[in-house]
C-alpha cells in the first residue's frame, strides 16, 4: 500500500468539505478529499427536493441552534450568502427565491455539485470517492489509511456531516473521532424532523392524515409560525420541523391553531350572525374542515351557538390557542434533515474551526454543534465553516 503526501487531508465530500478543499486548493493548497460513498455530495442532491435550497439570504448567528449561540458568528460573517450566490452566478447557474431569503436552484441540486466538482478541479484537489478509512493516527503530522492507501498531511479536517439520512452514508464517523482524540461532544438528537403520536388519545391525529394549516408551534420560549399537516404517524410541515429541534423528550408541544386572529373575537361574532349553526359549521369558517368536524364536539358538544356562554368561548379560545400534546417520539435520524448537537464548539476556534488543543486538527460543517433552521441557512454554515477552515490552512502555508 502506497503513501500519498500533501498539505490538508480532508474527510469527507459533502458541502463542508468540498467548500474547504477548494478554498484552500485556490490557495496553493495540495489538498487531497476521502469519501467512503462513491459519488460526493449525495445529501446536496436530495436536498431541497431535488433543487438544493442552497443558502438564506438572511443568514445571521440568531438561527442557528448551538450550546454558544455566538459561535458561529466569526464565519458567517467573512463568508455571506452573497459570496456564494457570486460563485453561483459565475458558473451561470439560474437560481430562484421561493420565500423572501430562500434561494433554490431553478434547474436541478446537480449543477450546485457541479459547480463545486469544477471548482475543487481547477485548484486542482485530488479526489478520491469509494474509499473506506481503516485507521486515523496522529504524530507530528496526520496519517489516514484507507482500503486503498495512506495519507499523509500536517492538517486533517473531519467534514463527515452527522447522523441525519443514514440512507445517503451518514455515519458517527466524526463524533467516533472526536472521542478518540478526546474532544468533547455534545448529545446529539435528530433535529427538523417530523414528530409520531401514539397511543389511543391520538388518534385523532392520525384521523387528519394529509389536513394541513398554518400554526405556531412553540416550546419553551421558541416559536415559529408557518405550515403543519396532519400525517399517518403523527405531525410534520415546516413549522413542526422547525419546532422539532429545540423540543426536549417527553415535553409537551404547544400549538396555536390560529395564529393570525382571536377565537374568541371570532367565536363571539359568530354566535351573534350565525345563532342557529353549529360548533363544526362555525369553525369550519376558521379552520380546515376535517379539522373542525373532529374538535367541534369537544369544545361545544350538540349546542347551537346561540346557546354558547362566554365561558364557552373563552374555553375554547385557550384549547386553540394554546392545545398541548406530547409527541411520543420523533421519525428519527432515518427522516431527519439535520443532527442537533455535536462537537462541542468550545473546543474549537471559532476563526479556523481548529480543534484548540490539537494544532491541525479541524472540524466543519454539521458535525459541529450549530445547526440552523430549515430554509438554507444549514447549507450557508456548511460554506462559511468550510472557507474558514480553507482560508486558516493555507494561511498556516504562506
Not at 297 to 316: C, K, V
Not at 365 to 380: S, Y
Amino acid at each position: 500500500m502506497h503513501t500519498e503526501s500533501c498539505d490538508a487531508i480532508i474527510i469527507g465530500a459533502g458541502a463542508a468539505g468540498l467548500m474547504t478543499a477548494l478554498t484552500a486548493g485556490q490557495k496553493g493548497v495540495r489538498v487531497a478529499v476521502i469519501d467512503h460513498n462513491e459519488q460526493p455530495g449525495r445529501k446536496i442532491l436530495i436536498s431541497g427536493g431535488g433543487r438544493c435550497n442552497f443558502t438564506h439570504m438572511d443568514t445571521t448567528a440568531d438561527h442557528f441552534k448551538s450550546a454558544n449561540p455566538r459561535f458561529a458568528k466569526s464565519a458567517l460573517s467573512r463568508y455571506r450568502p452573497q459570496d456564494f450566490v457570486a460563485m453561483v452566478n459565475r458558473h451561470k447557474i439560474a437560481w430562484h427565491e421561493k420565500t423572501p431569503g430562500q434561494l433554490f436552484c431553478s434547474g436541478s441540486a446537480n449543477e450546485i455539485l457541479g459547480m463545486l466538482l469544477a471548482e475543487c478541479e481547477a485548484a486542482h484537489v485530488a479526489l478520491h470517492t469509494g474509499e473506506t478509512i481503516t485507521d486515523v493516527t496522529h504524530n507530528t503530522g496526520f496519517r489516514v489509511t484507507t482500503t486503498r492507501r495512506i495519507f499523509e498531511a500536517p492538517n486533517l479536517v473531519i467534514a463527515t456531516g452527522g447522523l441525519s439520512i443514514p440512507k445517503i452514508g451518514a455515519s458517527s464517523f466524526a463524533f467516533d473521532l472526536a472521542r478518540y482524540f478526546n474532544i468533547p461532544v455534545i448529545p446529539t438528537a435528530p433535529g427538523l424532523v417530523p414528530l409520531r403520536f401514539d397511543g389511543e388519545d391520538y388518534e385523532w391525529i392520525r384521523s387528519l392524515a394529509g389536513t394541513s394549516l398554518v400554526v405556531e408551534a412553540k416550546s419553551g420560549r421558541k416559536s415559529f409560525t408557518d405550515s403543519m399537516i396532519f400525517t399517518h404517524r403523527g405531525l410534520s410541515g415546516p413549522a413542526i420541523l422547525q419546532i422539532s429541534s429545540w423540543l426536549s423528550p417527553d415535553a409537551p408541544l404547544q400549538l396555536n391553531l390560529l395564529p393570525k386572529c382571536s377565537a374568541f373575537d371570532a367565536l363571539r361574532e359568530a354566535r351573534k350572525q350565525r345563532p342557529k349553526a353549529g360548533g363544526a359549521a362555525i369553525l369550519n369558517g376558521l379552520l380546515p374542515e376535517r379539522l373542525a368536524r373532529t374538535l367541534a364536539p369537544s369544545l361545544f358538544g350538540t349546542t347551537e351557538a346561540a346557546n354558547w356562554s362566554d365561558r364557552i368561548l373563552r374555553s375554547a379560545d385557550t384549547a386553540l390557542h394554546q392545545m398541548q400534546i406530547t409527541p411520543t417520539d420523533t421519525e428519527g435520524y432515518i427522516k431527519a434533515e439535520v443532527t442537533t448537537g455535536g462537537i462541542d464548539t468550545k473546543a474549537l476556534s471559532s476563526r479556523s474551526m481548529e480543534v484548540n488543543a490539537i494544532p491541525g486538527l479541524h472540524i466543519v460543517g454539521e458535525a459541529v454543534d450549530v445547526t440552523g433552521w430549515l430554509g438554507g441557512f444549514n447549507f450557508q454554515w456548511a460554506w462559511a465553516s468550510g472557507h474558514a477552515a480553507g482560508t486558516a490552512i493555507a494561511e498556516k502555508k504562506s
